[in-house]
């Protein structure tokens, strides 16, 4: 469902790149598994063997034991073994005596790295697994010619996801020579191909014979698990930092990102300034958010939301399956945190002689910026991968630990006055001469509920005054927010707004009055 997946169904083998210290990763887990689910064979390259503290013999038997694990079948259980060393370009069978270069990999490669399996005399079978889009022809489709051949300007069959089949003319037709692409007239069984002339073509199509239609079992994209909502920068400081700061720019963009993000899901809504977008994950529509920035979009976003089902008429949302692997004495840190955040532990084992390995089962919404602690946490030296699992029960309310916020209601431009009055109320998000504007939030209050601030303040003078009178103002360093640090912290009834060099908090009601009006008609609402 995911791209890992789609991606081993175009080859028949793989490179099992392993650390020759830290032995497998929680991702090598995965990532193996599904290979070895479309059998594909398995050279394992047990790399950095010029490390003074490398442990070959101790991870071959990790590898073994991982194999073993995923219940691998006796072919894959007797893989084939390489040491390398990329840093000198040195390749071995035989990790104590080091070899002159990197041939006997690409001999090992060609040995045991089956040919393609396809006949090109049968009837066409194309399966789409991966999806491009050009400016000039559209939408590209990428895959394996699994049967049969093609050419451009051939005839042929789109089985749809609806099982309907579609004629189409191939128009531009390419193969991949290393990373490059190279257009020709045809290909055959075994070549990975990039068509263009598909039309609207999706993931798990297939392009085959029209008069002898013999599509392949279709391939099921992982549904999306967070939503957001992305809208034009309304701010009192739009249009100042980015080149693209309308709605059609936002929209065409997104839409854009759609045409080959196949996770991804846009939706128009009723307002022509703002998208929902749903994808798969924080990090998912954290990269998103980040490349539009360094694009030169402005936008502004929501709190990512869960998205939800109703399963035998329970309340559902989507679990993931957390893989931590960090050094012992951070263990119980993460562990505590996991636990605010409805986590479960699954499994806890040693990893070598310092570090842990840690599973967990947690709700996708759990994982909301915790990436970023957990490697402040970890001093950087943490490792987590994440994946998809279920939909299950609602756990509950994630408590945000946060408190109210400290709101700037005059704008202008932030004194070292204003900010050292404001500090004992809370910690400040902003450094003296920043531009704010009303509704702007420059910190978060130490005690519960919204406070309004003015961090703008100036110190009237006098002209009766002792040289020595005024004292130097020393400030509390502010808190900086990441990206996804402030897509965790903001709260319903607030944004972030995003432009190529900044991102500030702000609340969705800018105006103080308008704020309180709506607090007042809300808990009326409450009461009645």
């Avoid at 598994?33 to 101790?58: C, S």
């Avoid at 263009?196 to 999706?202: C, D, H, S």
Wanted: proline share 5%; hydrophobic share 40%.
């Amino acid at each position: 469902g995911g791209e890992v997946e789609r991606v081993l169904r175009m080859v028949d083998g793989a490179l099992l790149l392993v650390d020759a210290f830290e032995g497998p990763m929680a991702q090598t887990k995965f990532v193996l598994r599904k290979a070895l689910e479309v059998g594909l064979r398995i050279i394992v390259v047990i790399n950095k063997i010029d490390r003074p503290d490398a442990r070959p013999n101790e991870v071959l038997n990790e590898v073994f034991d991982l194999f073993v694990e995923l219940e691998a079948d006796d072919w894959q259980l007797e893989f084939p073994i390489i040491y390398t060393s990329s840093r000198q370009g040195k390749a071995t069978l035989d990790w104590e005596q080091p070899g002159n270069g990197m041939k006997p990999l690409f001999e090992m490669i060609k040995k045991e790295i089956p040919a393609p399996a396809g006949d090109e005399e049968a009837v066409l079978q194309l399966q789409i697994n991966t999806l491009d889009y050009d400016d000039y022809v559209g939408r590209v489709g990428i895959g394996r010619i699994s049967n049969g051949s093609i050419s451009a300007g051939q005839l042929v069959g789109l089985c749809k996801q609806d099982e309907k089949v579609e004629m189409l003319k191939i128009g531009k037709l390419w193969v991949y020579d290393g990373l490059k692409r190279k257009e020709v007239d045809r290909a055959a069984a075994g070549d990975i191909v990039a068509i263009a002339g598909l039309g609207q073509v999706n993931i798990g199509e297939t392009v085959t014979d029209p008069e002898n239609p013999a599509p392949l079992p279709l391939l099921i994209v992982d549904e999306p698990t967070l939503n957001m909502t992305f809208m034009v920068n309304d701010s009192p400081f739009a249009g100042r930092e980015g080149k693209f700061v309308t709605s059609r720019h936002l929209r065409d963009r997104l839409f854009k990102e759609a045409e080959t993000n196949v996770s991804l899901k846009i939706a128009e809504t009723e307002s022509p300034d703002k998208f929902e977008v749903s994808g798969r994950g924080e990090l998912h529509l954290g990269i998103l958010i980040e490349t539009m920035r360094r694009e030169g979009y402005e936008l502004q976003i929501s709190k990512p939301r869960p998205i939800l089902k109703r399963i035998k008429g329970e309340l559902c949302e989507p679990y993931e399956r957390l893989f931590l692997n960090l050094p012992d004495d951070f263990s119980g840190k993460a562990i505590e945190n996991l636990g605010n955040r409805r986590a479960e532990m699954l499994n806890m084992q040693p990893a070598g002689e310092k570090n842990v390995k840690l599973e967990f089962m947690i709700p996708a919404r759990g994982l909301i910026g915790f990436r970023s602690e957990f490697l402040t946490g970890t001093k950087g030296e943490g490792i987590m991968h994440h994946m998809f699992d279920h939909y299950g029960p609602w756990k509950g309310e994630i408590a945000s630990g946060r408190r109210g916020a400290l709101t700037a209601f005059e704008a202008g431009e932030a004194t070292t006055y204003g900010i050292h009055n404001v500090e004992e109320r809370g910690s400040l998000f902003i450094n003296p001469i920043d531009k704010i504007y009303a509704g702007m939030i420059v910190g978060e209050n130490s005690r519960e509920g919204d406070l309004d601030v003015n961090v703008c303040k100036k110190k009237h003078l006098t002209n009766m005054r002792a040289s020595t009178s005024d004292e130097t103002i020393r400030l509390t360093p502010p808190r900086t927010f990441t990206l996804e640090q402030a897509m965790e912290y903001i709260e319903d009834d607030e944004l972030v707004e995003v432009t190529p060099s900044s991102i500030r908090l702000r609340k969705k009601i800018l105006d103080k009055s308008d704020r309180e009006r709506m607090a007042k008609r809300s808990k009326d609402a409450t009461v009645v």
